[in-house]
T-cell receptor, first 111, second 117 residues
Framework: GENVEQHPSTLSVQEGDSAVIKCTYS??????FPWYKQELGKRPQLIID?????GEKKDQRIAVTLNKTAKHFSLHITETQPEDSAVYFC??????????FGAGTRLTVKP | EAEVAQSPRYKITEKSQAVAFWCDPI?????LYWYRQILGQGPELLVQ????????DSQLPKDRFSAERLKGVDSTLKIQPAELGDSAMYLC???????????????FGAGSRLTVL
């Protein structure tokens, strides 16, 4: 089955700086790569996703890039704000089964 | 906004007891997932249903865990007997399913937090 690895496990940045979280996946059949944000005590919420037919997707301050050849994808947050502090999870899916999640990255944005 | 409903939100039980969690997915969503999330870790897939059929339960500890979705709508996850290591958040999620727009876009419920004493 799919195996997703995520790095780093913790990330601390100053407000206004950029944050980058990286994930690798194992199953070359995976074609859908979402990112979820989970605030303390709350459910994971989808923030952005990308499908394998594109290499990059952007939504305001967040962007995701995908390198299918290397089987890795990354989340980029620019101009970070304290409210961006949360745990971020990447995931990968082949479309029918196996929506597998990474172990998560705890992002802290210091004012 | 449509939501995935879960109950109970919190459950405290003693080891060796039976526990059950219920999930009602977003109306019309064919795919339903049960995940277990241990504090500080990512969600771990336990079982995935497509309508009433199990499509993946490879990570479900079948000696003590069972899941069903008899009519292809709501679902129940049961643990019997509960063990100390089962303490975790049990998250249910649903997605429209194959062939639909946004087929595998998951929406999570609020979760059921289990504490086994």
């Amino acid at each position: 089955g799919e195996n997703v690895e995520q790095h780093p496990s913790t990330l601390s940045v100053q407000e206004g700086d950029s944050a980058v979280i990286k994930c690798t996946y194992s199953d070359s059949a995976s074609n859908y790569f979402p990112w979820y944000k989970q605030e303390l005590g709350k459910r994971p919420q989808l923030i952005i996703d990308i499908r394998s037919n594109v290499g990059e997707k952007k939504d305001q301050r967040i962007a995701v890039t995908l390198n299918k050849t290397a089987k890795h994808f990354s989340l980029h947050i620019t101009e970070t704000q304290p409210e961006d502090s949360a745990v971020y999870f990447c995931a990968a899916s082949s479309g029918r089964v196996d929506m597998r999640f990474g172990a998560g990255t705890r992002l802290t944005v210091k004012p | 906004e449509a939501e995935v409903a879960q109950s109970p939100r919190y459950k405290i039980t003693e080891k060796s007891q039976a526990v059950a969690f219920w999930c009602d997915p977003i109306s019309g969503h064919a795919t339903l997932y049960w995940y277990r999330q241990i504090l500080g870790q990512g969600p771990e897939l336990l079982v995935q249903f497509q309508d009433e059929s199990v499509v993946d339960d490879s990570q479900l500890p079948k000696d003590r865990f069972s899941a069903e979705r008899l009519k292809g709508v709501d679902s129940t996850l049961k643990i019997q007997p509960a063990e100390l290591g089962d303490s975790a958040m049990y998250l249910c999620a649903s997605s429209p399913g194959t062939g639909s727009s946004g087929a595998n876009v998951l929406t999570f419920g609020a979760g059921s937090r289990l504490t086994v004493l």
